[in-house]
């Protein structure tokens, strides 16, 4: 049974820090590309960031650059990634998902495998 399970979301203020995790387990997920989307309330589900297999590359969107950093243990049986966010603002807030594929981020439409998601609210 393929699974991401997303936690380490939560209410922060602004110039706060949060670190997401991604509980990837059922698949051969440290082959796959990870990746980190936010939807806010009213708008698409972007991408925030972005890790290949073995952690060699990595994608920022231009708003998070700087400020976030993406990682990934590729363990046994469960690969994990994490998303770690300093000098968080109101508008980072949203439902943070992670993602899988086989692909890298550049090849749409993205995302063999998701999870359910975690709220992050930045309060200003």
């Known amino acids: 049974q393929v699974q991401l399970v997303e936690s380490g979301g939560g209410l922060v203020q602004n110039g706060g820090s949060l670190r997401l995790s991604c509980a990837a387990s059922g698949r051969t997920f440290s082959t796959y590309t990870m990746g980190w989307f936010r939807q806010a309330p009213g708008k698409e589900r972007d991408l925030v960031a972005a890790i290949n297999w073995n952690g060699g590359s990595t994608y920022y969107a231009d708003s998070v650059k700087g400020r976030f950093t993406i990682s990934r243990d590729n363990g046994k049986n469960t690969v994990r990634v994490y998303l770690r966010m300093n000098s968080l603002k109101p508008e980072d807030t949203g439902l943070y998902y992670c993602?899988?594929?086989?692909?890298?981020?550049?090849?749409?439409?993205?995302?063999?495998?998701w999870g359910q998601g975690t709220q992050v609210t930045v309060s200003s």
């Open positions: 993602a899988a594929d086989r692909s890298w981020v550049t090849v749409t439409p993205w995302g063999d495998y």
